[in-house]
């Protein structure tokens, strides 16, 4: 595309962006992705070089803000392949992001002791980095920071000759202009943003339309990080298609929709649209191989009769070291002894003396009555 294809006005570089990105949507190939890249900084002091408004003899301007477009596709190799098109430089169209990055911002220029931050004090311009569509659909500048100061009417710069430019949702929502509070929001943490800016319409929350804010040094990965969000789109075009019932995984598919009719025992245990684990699906044992299957039963059965056994055995175990070492040793010989003595027939509790008897140990005293007794007779 040639520069004469598209509108251009100097100085009103979001506009020109605007319309560059609308044709190259147009014209969009299988494989090409097209994204809007606004650079600024909290500070809105941004040093780029290479730019035609730019003096001669310096070489640079400071920006407040700045916008360009950037292209990403394939090469026959399946690498990302990154172009850039800023209609204000003098390096030309398509320019290859490497070399669009180094020449105009210098990221030299912002080590310690650097020119940037010694003689002019300036930070990092950061990026923010937006899909093309989303940019297109919610962008909004009804041109108001463009206006002379305390006039309606009267502009820095020449307008352009397109009327101001509204996207179709932001048009939808009344919305005239997001520039400033929307695009140029630098704010690394968007989540902050949304939390602490009451502008922010429930619309806007609905996902990340407004992109995402990068560091210079980010930036320069920006290959790392489109194929990042390229992984991410399928990703979510994938959890789409298994919301709409497409290869849906049976594990999001509620439990009652998965029996069969008949089985209304079953089906109503189900009392949430989660899968719940502690019902076995019909047909699971079914569909084992035989191997597994074995394996299944065995552990089954494993579980419900062997460790009962073990359980009983261990009781026991525990009453014999209770009444052979344990009583013994805290001397409680007499519990020992009458633990010992034979049950009468019957296996009835008699009354001696009035005292209620250990049932099937007739005479027998009982553990707390042998302790107060030894205790009286030890003192």
């Not at 950061?126 to 989303?134: E, G, L, M, Q, S």
């Amino acid at each position: 595309m040639d520069e004469d294809e598209h509108p251009y006005t100097a100085y009103y570089c979001e506009e020109n962006i605007y319309h560059l990105l609308s044709k190259l949507q147009q014209l969009q190939t299988p494989g090409e992705d097209h994204y809007a890249v606004f650079i600024s900084n909290p500070a809105r002091r941004n040093l780029l070089f290479h730019q035609k408004a730019a003096y001669e003899e310096r070489g640079f301007v400071i920006w407040d803000y700045h916008a360009i477009a950037i292209t990403a596709s394939k090469d026959e190799n399946a690498a990302t392949q990154v172009k850039v098109w800023d209609l204000d430089t003098d390096l030309g169209l398509e320019v290859d992001f490497a070399d669009y990055c180094y020449e105009t911002f210098r990221p030299d220029l912002y080590n310690e002791g650097g020119v940037a931050r010694v003689l002019f004090e300036l930070d990092e311009p950061r990026f923010r980095i937006v899909k093309a569509d989303d940019f297109l659909r919610c962008f909004a500048s009804d041109r108001s920071h463009m206006l002379k100061e305390g006039s309606s009417n009267e502009y820095i710069f020449p307008q352009p000759a397109w009327s101001p430019i509204g996207g179709s949702e932001a048009q939808l929502h009344g919305v005239s202009n997001n520039l400033f509070d929307r695009w140029l929001d630098m704010r690394i943490d968007t989540q902050e943003a949304e939390e602490s800016d009451s502008l922010w319409k429930t619309w806007e929350r609905s996902g990340s339309i407004y992109g995402t804010v990068l560091s210079m040094e980010e930036f320069e990965k920006v290959v790392e990080h489109l194929d990042s969000l390229k992984a991410r789109e399928q990703q979510d075009a994938s959890s789409e298609k298994a919301r709409n019932g497409i290869h849906r995984p049976i594990a999001e598919v509620p439990l009652a929709k998965q029996l069969p009719d008949d089985d209304r025992s079953l089906k109503a245990m189900v009392t949430s649209e989660k899968v719940a684990d502690n019902i076995t699906r019909p047909g699971v044992l079914a569909s084992l191989p035989r191997k597994q299957l074995v394996w299944t039963v065995l552990v089954s059965l494993g579980i419900n009769f062997a460790l009962p056994f073990v359980n009983g055995v261990m009781l026991g175990f525990g009453e014999i070291f209770a009444r052979d070492w344990a009583a013994p040793y805290l001397g409680i010989t007499s519990w020992v002894t009458s633990q010992r003595r034979p049950s009468p027939v019957d296996g009835h509790s008699t009354t001696r003396g009035g005292k209620q008897e250990v049932p099937g140990h007739p005479g027998a005293k009982s553990v707390v009555e042998t302790v107060a007794e030894q205790a009286v007779s030890g003192g």
